[in-house]
């Protein structure tokens, strides 16, 4: 069974970068479709986009295209989302998640969320 | 951009049925799933390709997806029941979230 562990809290002001990270494992994460989303305080989900296990493989939703960075590390069966130009809109639990080895699978397995508050 | 639309809220007594909806464009056309969130926790899938259950997820989850609309329905609905529901589908690639339906058991 996948686990998924996420670095802790971040505070950043307002124009900075946040990098979060998501560490798998009990599964091979060379095959698997890393997926990021996010939660503001009393909203509901949002997602950014997917890290492909192809390499350089990966989708944004429009809203963060030129602002989001998905990435991994194989080596260390981790994933990273990098978030650029940061506002107080940013403020969020940001979710990794994966279904597996497809893109389109339903999320079963979510990392325990790292909370990014951004203020100045 | 496409759109999933869920009432903002559902009430139901302890043991009847509760259906929350989810409302889109063809939806029918597309795998629908369910999220289920507690305050203060990540979200736990309920259902995948409209009427699957994943492991470990009770038999009185159910769902259902014809149409424009696709239905999450909890049978015997219990107080551990109250939570927050997501539907969610592809379109295009990207994941699309319904705005969330709280389940209040009164």
């Known amino acids: 069974q996948v686990q998924l562990v996420q670095s802790g809290a971040e505070v950043k002001e307002p124009g900075a970068s946040v990098k979060v990270s998501c560490k798998a494992s009990g599964y091979s994460f060379i095959g698997l479709y890393m997926h990021w989303v996010r939660q503001a305080p009393g909203q509901g989900l949002e997602w950014l986009g997917w890290?492909?296990?192809?390499?350089?493989?990966?989708h944004y939703i429009q809203k963060f295209e030129g602002r989001v960075t998905m990435t991994r590390d194989t080596s260390i069966s981790t994933a990273y989302m990098d978030l650029r130009r940061l506002t107080s809109d940013d403020t969020a639990v940001y979710y990794c998640?994966?279904?597996?080895?497809?893109?389109?699978?339903?999320?079963?397995?979510w990392g325990q969320g790292t909370t990014v508050t951004v203020s100045s | 951009s496409y759109e999933l639309t869920q009432p903002p809220s559902v009430s139901v007594s302890p043991g009847q049925t509760a259906s929350i909806t989810c409302s889109g464009h063809?939806?029918?056309?597309?795998?629908a799933c369910w999220y289920q969130q507690k305050p203060g926790q990540s979200p736990v899938l309920v259902i995948f390709q409209d009427k699957k259950r994943p492991s470990g997820i009770p038999e009185r989850f159910s769902g259902s997806n014809s149409g424009n609309t696709a239905t999450l329905t909890i049978s015997g609905t219990q107080d551990m029941d109250e939570a927050d529901y997501y539907c969610?589908?592809?379109?295009?690639?990207?994941?699309?979230f319904g705005g969330g339906t709280k389940l209040t058991v009164l």
């Open positions: 063809k939806l029918g056309d597309k795998f």
């Open positions: 969610q589908a592809w379109d295009s690639s990207a994941a699309v």
């Open positions: 998640a994966t279904g597996g080895s497809s893109w389109s699978e339903a999320f079963d397995i």
């Open positions: 890290d492909s296990p192809k390499s350089g493989g990966t």
